[in-house]
C-alpha cells in the first residue's frame, strides 16, 4: 500500500534552515505529484509546494517563494523540502502529501505522518 | 493568495444535516473546480472527504456531499454521527500550479 514516511523532528535557531524528507513506498513515484503542506500549533493547513518528480518541475505558494526548495531523488523515491531562513512563525508540523493525480488536482490521497519543526533560540 | 474564508465553527445534532460554506474568488473557487475537503481529527493527518468539487473518494460515506456556487463552495455532512465531529478544511486550486486552503471549520455533534 502507499506509504509516506517523513523524517523526524527538528529544533532549530532562528536563521537556520531545515531539510524535511518524505520516502515513498508502494507505488510509481514519477507517476504523481507531491506537496508539501503545514500546521502551525493549532492553527489550519497551509499549502507550501508542488513537485512533478517525473521531471522535477516545482511551484511554491508566493508566501514562501525565494525560501523553500523541493527536491527530489528517484533513486530513493524520497522527496525533500528546504525551508531556510527560518523564523519562530515557522514552528509547525509539516507534511508531504501525494497527490492523485500527475497535476495540482488537490486530492491528496496520502499523507505522511507529519514533521515537528520547533525554531526557538 | 489569500486563504479561503470559512466560519469558524459548525455544530449540529445527531441526525441532522450541517453545511459548512468556503468562500474564495474569481481566481480560485470560482474558476477552478478543484475543490477539495478534509476532515482532521486532533493529531492526526487530513483525511479527504471530496475532490473536484462533488466526487466522493472510494470509502467516504455519502452522507458527505460538496457543491459549488459562485465564489462559494459547501460541504453537506447529513445524518450527522459522533466520529464527524472533527476539523474540515477547504482547498483549492489558484492558478499558476498553486493552492490554497481555508481557514477550517470545527464541526461539533451536540
Known amino acids: 500500500q502507499v506509504q509516506l514516511v517523513q523524517s523526524g523532528a527538528e529544533v532549530k535557531k532562528p536563521g537556520a534552515s531545515v531539510k524535511v524528507s518524505c520516502k515513498a513506498s508502494g507505488y510509481s513515484f514519477t507517476s504523481y505529484c507531491m506537496h508539501w503542506v503545514r500546521q502551525a500549533p493549532g492553527q489550519g493547513l497551509e499549502w507550501m509546494a508542488i513537485?512533478?518528480?517525473?521531471?522535477?518541475?516545482?511551484s511554491y505558494a508566493q508566501k514562501f517563494q525565494g525560501r523553500v526548495t523541493v527536491t527530489w531523488d528517484t533513486s530513493t523515491s524520497t522527496v525533500y523540502m528546504d525551508l531556510s531562513s527560518l523564523r519562530s512563525d515557522d514552528t509547525a508540523v509539516y507534511f508531504c502529501a501525494r497527490d492523485r493525480f500527475r497535476f495540482w488536482s488537490g486530492y491528496f490521497d496520502s499523507w505522511g505522518q507529519g514533521t515537528l519543526v520547533t525554531v526557538s533560540s | 493568495q489569500s486563504a479561503l474564508t470559512q466560519p469558524p465553527s459548525a455544530s449540529g445534532s445527531p441526525g441532522q444535516s450541517v453545511t459548512i460554506s468556503c468562500t474564495g474568488t474569481s481566481s480560485d473557487i470560482g474558476y477552478y473546480n478543484y475543490v477539495s475537503w478534509y476532515q482532521q481529527h486532533p493529531g492526526k493527518a487530513p483525511k479527504v472527504m471530496i475532490y473536484e468539487v462533488n466526487k466522493r473518494p472510494s470509502g467516504v460515506p455519502d452522507r458527505f456531499s460538496g457543491s459549488k456556487s459562485g465564489n462559494t463552495a459547501s460541504l453537506t455532512v447529513s445524518g450527522l454521527q459522533a466520529e464527524d465531529e472533527a476539523d474540515y478544511y477547504c482547498s483549492s486550486f489558484a492558478g499558476r500550479n498553486t493552492g490554497v486552503f481555508g481557514g477550517g471549520t470545527k464541526l461539533t455533534v451536540l
Open positions: 513537485i512533478n518528480p517525473s521531471g522535477g518541475s516545482t
